[in-house]
């Protein structure tokens, strides 16, 4: 596609516009073909706000938009012009394609972390509800849900102390690969063969930063392995990995300790015996639908039985908080089909239940299909509302949620939970309210500066991991991540 812009505007933020009603759309410069699609923006500064027009074309047709957005004293000039390039694109677009998205041009992954902004400056949610509608052009029932879920979040979180952090702890390796996934997550026999040597450095990493937890004295809210899939470990490697963490902390003092487990067919009686042995309060068994000719389509190697066999596992081995993963779109998935997945998962009451929209990652193997994107979604839409009306008359709450790129129709992930239940992780990962310090391959540090007080955005800094786990067992960088720690709490004061 070609984006062609004249004036001063975020050439990423317009990009970003362009896969509203594109998905799978790529940048590269170079002359369209005949019919692809393209988009003309020019934005300018006037008098007392600021103008944009946009014509989009594709195959053959163009249409325009055109905006003016006043300047006012909650919004930067930079602002001013997003608002108004994005509701000139959003205007086109709806003329060509006759198509509206459903959170407007809200294109970041934290919706509700807009709402979260706006109620810190005084906001009360109906306004908050208002703004999201009239100046970012949601519908009105996603501007409740991003509302609704900030609110959330505030309940949850309260106010973080500057001292607080958790820890996130990867096992990038799988049974097999799912189509769809695009995660660094190694299935093949000679990639699993390192594993036991993996976590051996694994573990040294671990006592590394739990160490310097305590000496920086810090707070260790939750404790998170994820993957991969990290039951894929045998019950001695995964007693090993638990047992390093029950001896670096005090467990019992966490908010959560999570395993996510994932893959039903990785799940045994003796893992989980383990896990609730050594502290674990959450796990997530995932049967992401239970069609199986669906399952059979995305590559997972396990039945909608083998999901059931595997959650009463769970259940039988008293795990405080049971997740499960549900996602609305797959390939080969209707309505009909999603509605009876997400009734039977309804039914076995799990404490929390994640519902994600199909997203299609350019590493994945799926994208090979030439169908596999979706401006609207088909039955998307009616799957995600059916959620989130379902949900709520069973007494399950939204508390989290996010948004990516080239998701079918354009639609959120939200994770629901029964009161008290919630997984405080995942809102201090996405949310960005404390430092999240990673050990193992592909993980990510992230170092936070939380300054609530001041009225300001937090400052962040990261640090990542090898990619790839023959690199991490090269060099696993544990000690430049601790001086790396270390730097940016002395040099922000935090520490006093």
Known sequence: MKVQIEGKINAYYVQMLCMIFFPGTNFKQQEPKEGDPSLFVRVEERENGCHALAIMSAEGKSAEGEQFTLFSPDATKEKTAKLAVGAAVIAAGGKLLGYRPSWGI???????????????????????????????????????????????ERALVGTPDKRDCSMYISIP??????????????????????????????????????????????????????GGTPTILTPDQLRLLLSTVAEGCD???????????????????????????????????????????????????????????????????????????LIVGLPGDRFST???????????????ITVHTFCVKKAADIVQQSDVYSRQGGDAGKCVDYTQIRAPKRGYVPYYMYRQKNTVGNFENVGFALPGTEGKYNIYMMEEYHSIFAAGAGAVSKVVDYRPEEGKSPLIDRYFNHKYPYEYLRDNGCDEKISFIEKFYEERGLLG
Request: glycine letters at 4%; charged letters at 25%; aromatic letters at 8%.
């Open 173 to 226: 390796f799988c049974p097999t690969r799912c189509s769809y996934c695009s995660f660094v997550s190694y299935t093949s026999p000679r990639l699993l063969s390192l594993i036991p040597e993996y976590l051996t450095v694994l573990t040294a990493d671990i006592r590394r930063l739990l160490d310097e937890i305590r000496k920086l004295k810090l707070n260790l809210k939750t404790v998170y392995i994820g």
């Open 338 to 352: 999603f509605a009876r997945s997400f009734d039977k998962i309804l039914d076995l009451n799990p404490e929390n």
């Open 106 to 152: 809200i294109t970041g992954v934290r919706p509700a972390k807009m709402a979260m902004d706006l109620l810190s400056k005084g906001k009360t949610p109906d306004e908050v509800r208002k703004i999201l509608r009239k100046d970012y052009f949601a519908i009105p029932k996603k501007a409740a849900l991003a509302t609704d879920v900030a609110l959330a």
């Open 251 to 325: 467990v019992s003092s966490l908010e959560e300790f999570t395993l996510e487990s994932g893959r039903p067919d990785t799940i045994t009686a003796d893992k989980f015996a383990v896990a609730k042995e050594y502290g674990v309060t959450r796990v997530s068994v995932n049967p992401q639908t239970l069609c199986n000719d669906v399952l059979q389509r995305i590559g997972r190697d396990h039945t909608a039985d083998d999901f059931l066999r595997a959650y009463d596992i769970a259940r039988t081995a008293g795990i405080q908080c049971i997740n499960t993963d």
